[in-house]
């Protein structure tokens, strides 16, 4: 037998099958929940509450109902507080107490148990092992229990501690084990999803977020990532983990919008085998796979609003219960939330729960989207094409000039991962290592590409890239002259040209512009 739940009864039941024996118990030392300590008769008389002794078996010949043999872990004194009563104290002080209950004794609570019972002598065992106490063994006997049995009580007691001490070890093997299973078993369903690698670019947009990570990567604070679908907000979550304390443990990825309604508390909590037609095992949830790390909830704003305050529940207190198991568990667990909604203007609206919008904006970090972010479409494009080039097994890829300033000219409505997408598809066609990207489908979907100055015909000479950058130079500073200087605000250059004012700053610092 190496395992508690078989172990314990077991002894106990071994312990009791003699007639004499009245009731044999066995506590356990363990931290309690704040539930068991609601609950506790003695919760009034604990002085630490970090841990107390907990019944885990019990078994007795009951001389009244003879088919009853008190099995039953539940009842007034399932939970003793150290030093308190004649079961505490053996656990606090570590030695044994032998009490002789016929003629009376300020250690009982039950006068009339014992009497009907025919009890007449006690004796507590403290089970220790390598000098630390695991638990109090305690036997109830009809027979008086003399100094006769202390060596044959000592060498049971030390036998059990030493059998205890060896199956929790297995037990927390076992446990270990089975959460790196579940763990590699998630990784493994990771393998082979897109990621956009790493943080690359130049832009002010980028260098801003760059700041924020660094600034609250080494807390705990909750995290929400906003931007437009393809931005890579998971690779911001990858980023903050990675820069934390907690890049020891793993990062988990939960996609709230990929979820059925039903299984949501299973997926988030984890379930008992038997809880419900599917759950043929238990499993770990999210939550507990993520403990000591960090939990990533991407499009947190599709979880169902009648199911956020369970999620708030384990987002302020640190504890869950898997579904059909009343143990809470407690879990350490850093978030960060991802979404392309509006979560403040769905709070406002009743579609989300304020509560628990405040609790995930803790600090906010907003990708801009890669329309905004042009002068760094050249690093993604080169950066991709490595990756490309090493999954189609060919020679590096290269851009040039034309093809970066037709990816610069693109709108980019799917931003970061329709240019990945763009790029392999231009790879995967290209049989002379020449890239040719097919963009004028996508552009009258999006309308997003700039239309062409009416006056400009098919007649009139094509423009060098040399003659396109001057004529840049000289929209922005005439743009710059119409505002003052002024680049920021109502009337200011970069309302005027439409892009946003970081773009232009970070134009201007490329094309080597004066604001003056």
Known sequence: MHHLPELL???????????????????????????????????????DRSRCLQLAASYGNSRTEPSEHWTGTEGDFRRMPLGVRKVGHI??????????LSSGSDWILRPDWIEREGIVAFQGMPL???????????????????????QWLMMISDQLAAAIANAQSVDEIENLRHRLEQENEYLREEVGEVSFGELV?????????????????????????????????????????????????????????AIPRELYESEFFGHRKGSFTGALRDRAGRFELADGGTLFLD??????????????????????????????????VRIIAATNRDLRDEAGKGRFRQDLYYRLSVFPIELAPLRMRSEDIPLLAEHFLQMISRKLGRKPFR?????????????????????????????????????????????????AVAAAPASFTKDQAIM???????????????????????????????????????????????LKIDRH
């Open 91 to 100: 656990a606090a002080s570590g030695q044994p107490i032998r009490i002789n």
């Open 299 to 332: 499009e947190v704003g599709e979880i169902p609003l009648d199911l956020q305050s369970k999620l708030l529940r384990v987002l302020q207190e640190g504890e869950l219960e898997r579904v059909g198991e009343e143990q809470t568990r407690r879990v350490d």
């Open 128 to 150: 220790r092992y390598r000098d630390e106490t695991l638990g109090v063994l305690g036997i109830f006997s009809r027979v008086p229990i003399g100094p006769s049995c202390d």
């Open 201 to 257: 670019g130049s832009s002010a947009p980028l260098q801003t977020i760059v700041r924020q990570i660094d600034l609250v990567a080494p807390t705990d604070s909750s995290v929400l990532v906003l931007g437009e679908s393809g931005t890579g907000k998971e690779l911001i979550a990858r980023e903050v983990h990675r820069r934390s304390a907690r890049c020891g443990r793993p990062l988990i990825k939960v996609n709230c919008a």
């Open 9 to 47: 009864p077991l002894a106990v039941r071994k312990l009791g099958r003699d007639s004499q024996i009245a009731l044999v118990r066995l506590w356990l030392l363990k931290p309690p929940t704040p539930t068991d300590c609601e609950r506790c008769l003695l919760a009034n008389e604990c002085r």
């Open 464 to 510: 060098t890239e040399a003659e396109m950058v001057e004529l840049q130079i000289a929209n922005i500073r005439r743009a710059l002259k119409q505002a003052g200087g002024k680049i920021y605000g109502k009337a200011g250059a970069a309302e005027l040209l439409g892009i946003k004012p970081t773009t232009l700053a970070s134009r201007m610092r490329t």
């Open 399 to 447: 851009l040039t000039l034309a093809n970066v300033q037709q990816l610069q000219r693109y709108h980019w409505p799917g931003n970061i991962r329709e240019l990945q997408h763009v790029l392999e598809r231009a790879a995967i066609v290209s049989l002379d290592g020449k890239l040719r990207f097919d963009l004028s489908g996508l552009e009258s979907v999006g309308g």
